[in-house]
Every structure is written in structure tokens, then in C-alpha cells.
Nanobody
Framework: QVQLVESGGGLVQAGGSLRLSCAASGRTFSTYAMGWFRQAPGKEREFVASIKWSGGFTLYVDYADSVKGRFTISRDNAKNTGHLQMNSLKPEDTAVYYC???????????????WGQGTQVTVSS
């Protein structure tokens, strides 16, 4: 069982940065892939980024085209924490951001087993 808690959201001007964190409980967190998704009002939940980590090495990272080059996903398994560094934020990045854990990286949210409660990110123009 893994429990996830996001933090770090807030209000920022366009062009600014935020760093989201995802604190995980459960000793098996390091065996899971981690993903970030977001959901804007009236829209479906969409993939942002994912990472697979094993034996101290990052095996695989994936980014949505809309955030590639601006967002960076990382994790610190020693601290059971994942991060999403978001730079050059745009108003269209406004959404509730969720972290998730699952058996493998995927852009499909239904393939993740565990979810946090979400953190609001609002980017003003």
C-alpha cells in the first residue's frame, strides 16, 4: 500500500516557477513508477510526466509535449519523495496536479494504482 500527498502548488505569474512535491508512505514506493497528471476545470485528466527508477538509476522518463523542456520530473527514493519542477509556466498550465504510483510508467491514468489528493496550480497572465 502506498499513500501519496502532494504539496507546493499555488498562484504564480506567467513565466514563473513552482516545484511540486509528492511525499509517499510505504516501504515499496521505490519499486513503483511515478507519474504526474493534471486536470483543468471541465477537462479530462491529462498526463504530464512519468519516471521509472531502479537501483539508484533513472531508467526512463517521459513528458507530455506540452511541458517538454519546461518541466522536470525527479524522485528521491531515500526520502520517499517525488518532485515536479515547473518552469516558464503558462496560463494553460493552470490545473489541479496529481501524483500517482503504479507498476510501470504510462500516459494512461487508469494504469496507476495510487493517487494523491491533488494540489492546485494557478498561473496568471
Amino acid at each position: 500500500q502506498v499513500q501519496l500527498v502532494e504539496s507546493g502548488g499555488g498562484l504564480v505569474q506567467a513565466g514563473g516557477s513552482l516545484r511540486l512535491s509528492c511525499a509517499a508512505s510505504g516501504r515499496t514506493f521505490s519499486t513503483y513508477a511515478m507519474g504526474w497528471f493534471r486536470q483543468a476545470p471541465g477537462k479530462e485528466r491529462e498526463f504530464v510526466a512519468s519516471i521509472k527508477w531502479s537501483g539508484g538509476f533513472t531508467l526512463y522518463v517521459d513528458y507530455a509535449d506540452s511541458v517538454k523542456g519546461r518541466f522536470t520530473i525527479s524522485r528521491d527514493n531515500a526520502k520517499n519523495t517525488g518532485h515536479l519542477q515547473m518552469n516558464s509556466l503558462k496560463p494553460e498550465d493552470t490545473a489541479v496536479y496529481y501524483c500517482a504510483a503504479g507498476p510501470r510508467t504510462s500516459r494512461v491514468y487508469s494504469l496507476y494504482n495510487y493517487w494523491g489528493q491533488g494540489t492546485q496550480v494557478t498561473v496568471s497572465s
